[in-house]
């Protein structure tokens, strides 16, 4: 390898000029050759002339080089010179030519002018005499804080590597520095909700029942909070509970609404006749003790049937017609299983006034009774008294048929008059006058 502490005679001024020297008529696109340093002790490799101007052009590729010749380039030129075979300076030979100190050089055939083709060239590259370079920068590190809304410092390191062994204790000496640092700043301090997360299962499988949901607050300091509430409740539920039974039988079950007793295998049979004897039908059959709940229609022969009908002796049929008063029986059995019936229903007469109430006329004081009787097919079973057309609290006077009013005073003089109400219809008495003196 030769050596030179200067460039020499090999460039003059022409050296330094740019390949772009031309006559006026032409104009070529290049590279510039690479200047040699001509200031520090450097070392010029041996010339290289790997490829020959033939097919696309002349390429004096580094890679190349290497390939053949690894030992005798450095890793890092610092300057190049290229030559013709006939010894001329690229830049003097007119030619479009390319250089880089990490790729080499290159002449290609096709982008020179007039259908030339390039020279033969030869290359050499100038090396430090102590071979040291830096490795690649390493990432920038993590900031130096990492509270929010704060100012910290980024660093990224490098290292200077020598090619050649060197003796202990001795550290390569590279140009520039081995760290460099910058400032870093962290986000701003926030406090932000998630999402929502799903909907909990129902707090109850029948009725009414709740279900929840929650949301975590993501903040960056504990000064920070979250506006709103972390979790919601929602009602759910729509099906209804199964109602639990609560009938009590003495003998058989409940069914299955839970409204009477069944007992299995027996069975009631019933007739109903009007006085006359002619059978009734479409009467509804009640036991009395559940008359919101009819058990059996008569047909056409007056006729009906109820399985599973639970009796005891103290039983009793609600049997209830349009047009008839309503009839209750007691139920009769005839085997251990079978119970039956018979009952014979009045026609339904309006009920109408048996006694009217009569004029009294007491002293202050006193007491008096004013009487009201009325019938009909059924019985009237509520009666209601009037003073001077006003209804009188049956809390307060506990009448029935019969008013009686204690320690009179002139105040409770005037008409006094009674209504009695059956199934069948409403009837008033006559008017009565009470005189208090």
Known sequence: MDKSGSQGSSWNNSQL?????????TKLAYNSIIEPQTTGVTEWTSWFN??????????????????????RVCVR?????????????????????HSSLEKGFWCINKEQPYGRICSNYHVRFQCPPVETYWTNWSDWSACSTTVCNDVGIQVRRRKCVSTQPLPKLVTPACPGPHAERKECSTATCQAKWTQWGTWSTCSV???????????????????????????????????PCPVVCQLVC???????????????????????LSITGVPVSGASVSVADQSN???????????????????????????????????TVPVFRNSSKHLWVRAFLRSSEKPYILNHPEDKERFEGQRVTLCCKATGT?????????????????????????????????????M?????????GTIKSNPAFLSVF
């Open 205 to 239: 499988t029948c009725g009414k029942g709740q279900r929840t949901r929650r949301r975590t607050c993501n903040r960056s300091s504990d000064k920070l909070r979250c506006r709103g509430r972390p979790g919601e409740v929602q009602k759910c539920g729509n099906t």
């Open 293 to 327: 709940i009819v058990r059996a229609h008569t047909d056409d022969k007056g006729l009906f049937k109820i399985h599973g009908m639970c009796s005891s002796p103290e039983t009793r049929l609600l049997i209830s017609r349009e047009k008839f008063a309503t009839a």
């Open 416 to 424: 006094y008059y009674c209504k009695a109400n059956s199934p069948t």
């Open 17 to 25: 000029q740019r390949l772009g020297h031309r006559n006026k008529n």
């Open 250 to 272: 003495p003998e058989g079950h409940p069914n299955e609404e839970c409204s009477h007793c069944v007992c299995e295998g027996q069975k009631l049979r019933g007739e109903v």
């Open 50 to 71: 790997i490829d020959h101007p033939g097919g696309n052009g002349d390429y004096e590729r580094l890679e190349a080089i290497r390939f053949y010749y690894r030992e």
């Open 378 to 414: 059924p019985m009237p079973d509520k009666y209601y008294w009037y003073h001077n057309g006003t209804l009188l609290d049956q809390k307060l006077y506990k009448y029935d048929g019969d008013l009686v009013l204690r320690d009179l005073k002139p105040e409770h003089s005037g």
């Open 77 to 97: 030129p610092v300057g190049m010179e290229v030559r013709t075979t006939d010894w001329v300076p690229a830049s003097d030979t007119g030619e479009v030519v």
